[in-house]
């Protein structure tokens, strides 16, 4: 009985081990064939920009998309701002302009690129690729919105973020 046991276990361990490099082998071979990826280009149209970065496995990136999605005050408030989305788990190529340069990276590349390794990473940032405000971690609605208004109203030029989030209750 122990005998079929470790059998079973050990057959079991042998694919689960294949398994997971089959995965790490279509994950090679579609980085190797990244011309026939769609490209995703996060370079903003409007004057602000925000990039989420989240990773699968996120609970508070979940409740984030679902705060985006149902609150009207945060829907409203991202009117006027280009709403980007990255995976960090992905490696789709992805066009981007920070600091005034384009680059081309994949999500995961980028990710590390803007330092956005805890998550959801909140990066607000303008048309010519300067970044705003980078805010790791998760926000409730009131205060998303407060910090939306800071970026959209331009009093990051005149303030820190701590500074206007005191002065306008958003805390």
């Known amino acids: 009985m122990k005998r079929a046991v470790t059998v079973i276990g050990i057959l079991l361990a042998i694919i689960l081990t294949s ?4 995965q790490e082998d279509n994950v090679v071979s579609r980085s190797a064939d990244s011309d026939k990826v769609p490209k995703k280009v996060i370079i903003p149209q409007k004057d602000h920009a925000l990039l989420i970065v989240e990773s699968r496995s996120c609970i ?17 408030a991202l ?13 789709t190529p992805v066009k981007a302009n920070f600091g005034g340069k384009e680059i081309e990276l994949s999500e995961r590349e980028l990710a590390r690129f803007l330092n956005a390794l805890s998550f959801p990473n909140l990066i607000f940032y303008d048309r010519t690729g300067n970044i705003i405000l980078q805010i790791p971690g998760y926000l409730k609605p009131v205060q998303f919105v407060c910090i939306i208004d800071f970026v959209k109203t331009g009093a990051y030029k005149e303030k820190d973020v701590n500074t206007y989030v005191k002065e306008n209750n958003c805390a």
């Open 19 to 22: 398994g997971c490099q089959k």
């Open 60 to 76: 508070y990136c979940k409740q984030l998309n679902k705060d985006i999605e149902t609150n009207e005050r945060l829907q409203s």
């Open 79 to 91: 009117k006027d701002l280009d709403l980007f989305r990255i995976m960090y788990e992905n490696y």
